[in-house]
């Protein structure tokens, strides 16, 4: 996306900002479905996304940046939405894409280890949910963060090594 379509957006071209949207839809679309897993709720993402960028482009320092801050946005807004949906241990997106349930013990493991992840700080979140619940590739992170790869592999390492320790002390604690 060209840094001149940015600039007059934020000079106030409606056209320009559109443009900028529809060039990254089908990004934003991908990203926010890998984090909600539907399409309604993917959809109301890029619309909020859309309207958040909308109101604070003026704010965006750097226009080479607008791919990283609209995905910044519109993961934040994701991250938001699975936190809300977290709070309802009956909601769907507790065992969402996770085969071979055997019994309630797995599921309730399960539950455990996505609210350790939610403990994390948020960048750590972020890699691991965007990693292991969503599928992306150490590339592909890096991409939708803009930053690079080996940042990301150390977020990944850090946040394995926090969840084990975490585990590990609860696991001490319960006597196991």
């Not at 940046?65 to 910044?72: N, S, T």
């Not at 085969?99 to 939610?118: A, P, Q, T, W, Y």
Request: proline letters at 1%; hydrophobic letters at 35%.
């Amino acid at each position: 996306m060209g840094e001149e379509l940015v600039k007059r957006a934020q000079r106030g071209d409606e056209d320009a900002f559109t443009e900028i949207i529809h060039t990254h839809k089908k990004l934003l679309y991908h990203v926010a479905y890998r984090y909600l897993h539907n399409e309604h709720d993917a959809l109301e993402a890029i619309q909020e996304t859309t309207f958040k960028a909308y109101r604070s482009i003026g704010k965006l320092k750097d226009p080479s940046l607008a791919k990283a801050w609209l995905l910044r946005i519109l993961t934040n807004y994701c991250l938001n939405e699975v936190r809300k949906k977290k709070r309802m241990i009956h909601d769907e997106w507790l065992i969402e894409n996770e085969e071979g349930l055997s019994d309630e013990f797995d599921l309730n493991e399960r539950i455990v280890l996505k609210e350790k992840v939610l403990n994390l700080k948020k960048n750590l979140q972020k890699v691991i949910f965007l990693k292991y619940y969503q599928g992306f590739t150490t590339k592909e992170i890096a991409q939708i963060l803009d930053r690079p790869e080996s940042t990301i592999k150390t977020w990944v390492y850090k946040a394995l090594k926090q969840l084990r320790m975490q585990l590990e002390r609860e696991g001490a604690a319960d006597g196991r």
